[in-house]
Each structure stands twice: as structure tokens, then as C-alpha cells.
């Protein structure tokens, strides 16, 4: 299956799709200038295309594809931001550029991932307005949903949360993911699907915290010994306020499986929250003046993790880029600073849970294709921006005999999205007068199902615009 890669970042989810075998990208788009240059250096692709730009949509229009992947933006719902939401025009609208290629191209499913905190945001009416799109105005069904007696959708939000430290990897990192089909493609045989997505991985990467750290660490990483009372005396004035901080050391060996806190697109307080004493490459520089740090290392040992062992906590490192030998070939660019690599893996997602995720959506496809009429493989086989031209057409014709609307639709998948064609043509594949196909091509012209450039006429679909108030 082919896929596209929206707001792709540094391509975890593609890449957990990759490794769960028969999905090949080839499509992606990404704003953000160092994340382009990681995933350029990891793939090979240049994702610099905006999501929101009508021209970028025009080429997933003409792009043949079969499922759609998007980790869109989490500052406009995450905790951590401002809690903007749909009000943020820059990217609390970015879910609705995406409904609106999914409505142009209609893949056969879809993969969202966002921040835990989508489910509750503005009291649930950002999730609900989500779900509501994809299911009734875009006509899929999304795993968890149902409906009532009176056909309003019902969901459990907790059922689309999941967490990294149940999927092979030491870190407890709720997150929430969709995963929708197409009824225009897979219809009466939704019936067989699951009623939930995976719950926890089929492997284990790496039990513990302490299966990710680096055994050799630079002093860079130490905490200052201003820095560390600093931190010390806010977390206790935090607590004899009846309020947590954020400061954490996570790899104590008395508990039975250590697990690293959320790590974070933000970095500082990911790192506050996700401490290491480090006795073995500490306790040599105890006390020592190191350049860029206004007091000498602490005494304690105490460092933040390495931009590795974020990167073994999301699976990136020690995992995802191993070669058929065992050997590491996962890198960043040259001169990616320390700072960049700690907010891409953190803005990034744990590839195990995306690979499991992955395997749930071959596996459903699959079930669903077993009980397929021959007519049904052959509608299948139909890319999604041509069946929503046949769609349009049928609707458009239905008044017409329903041989013609057939014909109409067969020279629809025999011309396709970039080849250009005239009247004549239509004439001819429908054996009639030029007349009559001057006077379909104006029917369709005017309902946009067409339109004219150099090349002569072309297929398009028709556009809908999405909007929160839906």
C-alpha cells in the first residue's frame, strides 16, 4: 500500500509503517527547516511542501495513494502550549487542510496521532468535531466509534489512548491515535473489523531506563551544582505547597521496571523530568569547572539523558535503523545541533507502537479484501481522487441512463487526473454526437468536476471547505 506523510517531522511514522512490511511512501510534507533536513538525510525525500498550500494539495490530488499518515501539530491542544485549539489560525486549522485532502483523494484509510490532552480539549468538543468530521462528513468509519438507537456517534475517549511503555519501550507516553476506513471502499465489510486498536506490543526493545543509557556521557550533560539546588529548593517549595515539580531522577534500580517521563518538543523541562545519576562517568568530574556552566558539576552525579538515549526511548535508536546485520545506521546531519535533536525526537513518536499500529491496519485490510466480489477488487483498484470524480459524476448524471453514467465513469479511470482530453473524446467513448458531449462537459465544468488548462481538459475533484464550526 502506498502512503503520504503529512506534518511528517523526522518520519517515525513512516518509517513504522515501513518496517511493518507493504507500504512504500511516496508523498511527504513537513515546514519545519531542520526536521526536512533530518528526514531528507534519513529517507532521501525532500518533505518541504505545506499542507496548507493549495498547490501541495493539488499534487496529493494527482498523486496516486492508498493511506494517509498524519502527526498533526500537538502545540494547539497540548498541555504544554497555550491551549488554542481550533481559535489558532496558523495550526489549530491544520486538521481541517487535512480533512479537506482526505475529502479530495479519498484514501482507503487513515492514520492520526496527536497529544493525549486532544480527547479533553475545550470539554471534549475539538475531539468530537474530529471524530464527527471523519465520520459523517468524510464517510469513514473510525475504530471505537459506534453509534445509538438514534445514530449519534458514541465513543469511549480512553479507547484511543495509548502508551509507548506498553509497546516495547521505557517510557510512559500517552498519546492518542485514529485509525479510519473508507466506506466508499470497504462498505458492509467494516462489519468484521475490531472494535479497538492494539493495547500493547508484540516485542520488547528495551525493558528499562536502564537498558538506554549511554555508557560513555560528555560533562556537558551534568547539571551544574547551582542548577541542582536550584531545582532541589523549588521542588520543595513546590511540595510543602501541595504542588509536583516537574525534576525527576528516573533510573533508581530499586524499582522493578524504571520508565522515563514523557519526553518533550520542548526539551527543558523533558529534561528536567527525566534525570539520570550517573555515578560512573560523574564522579570523576565532581566539582569541576566546565565551560558554559556558572558553577562547578554537582557532586551528586546527577546529568540529563543524551539526544541517544531520547532516541532509543522512541525507538529511533537501537531499533528502527538497524541494518540486516544489527548494525545502527540511524544519524542526523552534520552540524545538527544538541538542542534540535533533543525537540525532534521529542516532537516525534515511539516507531514500535506506529509498527504494531501498522500491522493492525494490514491485518484489517486484508480480512476485509478476503470476502471481496470480483466487482469489488475492481473498484478497489480505483485510486481515491478518481472514484471521488466517479462519485461526483453519478450524482451529477443521475438522471441519465445508467449505461452512459457506467461509460462516463469507465473513461474517468481511463483518462485519469493528468492527462488532458476534449469533447471529441468524450464523444467517442460514449458514441455521441459532439453535441451531446459539448453539453456533458459543460455539466461537468460547471459542477468542477473538470477544468480547462493548456493541456485541454482535466479531471479534478471537488473541493469542500472544513471548518470548526461543524
Known sequence: MKTIDL??????????????????????????????????????????????????????????????????????FSKVGLRKGFRDVTKGTIFFDIAEIIDRTMPKVVFLENVENLVSHNKGETFRIILNTLENELNYHVIGVERDEKG????????????????????????????AFSRDYFGKHLDVLPKETPTEGRKEIFHSVL???????????????????????????????????????VNDASITRPLAHTILATGGSGKER?????????????GTDVKGKKTPINEKCIRTMTPEEWGRLQGFIGYAFLDGNGKETFSFPE?????????????????????????????????MEAEFSEEEREHYKIPGALLKVQNDIRKLLKNEKPKTVEKCCRLVSEIGLSNGFRAEDIGTALGQSNVTAYNYLHRLERAKCVEFDSDGYKLRAEKKKFSAEM
Open 7 to 76: 506534518c511528517c517531522g523526522i518520519g517515525g511514522i513512516r518509517r513504522g509503517f515501513e518496517l511493518a512490511g507493504d507500504f512504500e511512501n511516496v508523498l511527504s510534507a513537513e515546514k519545519d527547516e531542520y526536521a526536512c533536513r533530518t528526514y531528507q538525510h534519513l529517507f532521501g525525500d525532500d518533505p518541504r511542501h505545506d499542507v496548507t498550500d493549495e498547490a501541495f494539495k493539488e499534487l496529493v490530488t494527482r498523486t496516486e495513494y492508498d493511506v494517509l499518515l498524519a502527526g498533526f501539530p500537538c502545540q494547539a
Open 152 to 179: 449519534e456517534l458514541t465513543f469511549d475517549k480512553k479507547s484511543f489512548i495509548r502508551n509507548t511503555k506498553n509497546f516495547g519501550l521505557p517510557q510512559n507516553r500517552p498519546r492518542v491515535y485514529m485509525v
Open 211 to 249: 537498558d538506554i543509557l549511554d555508557t560513555e556521557v560528555s560533562e556537558k550533560f551534568f547539571l551544574s551544582s547551582g542548577l541542582l539546588e536550584t531545582l532541589e529548593k523549588h521542588r520543595a517549595r513546590q511540595k510543602s505547597n501541595g504542588n509536583g515539580f516537574g525534576y525527576r531522577v
Open 274 to 286: 527525566n534525570l539520570i545519576y550517573d555515578p560512573v562517568n560523574g564522579r570523576d568530574i565532581a
Open 335 to 367: 552540524k545538527m545541533s544538541n538542542q534540535q535533536k533533543f525537540k525532534q525526537f521529542g516532537n516525534s513518536v515511539s516507531i514500535p507502537l506506529i509498527e504494531e499500529m501498522a500491522l493492525f491496519i494490514k491485518d484489517c485490510v486484508t480480512r
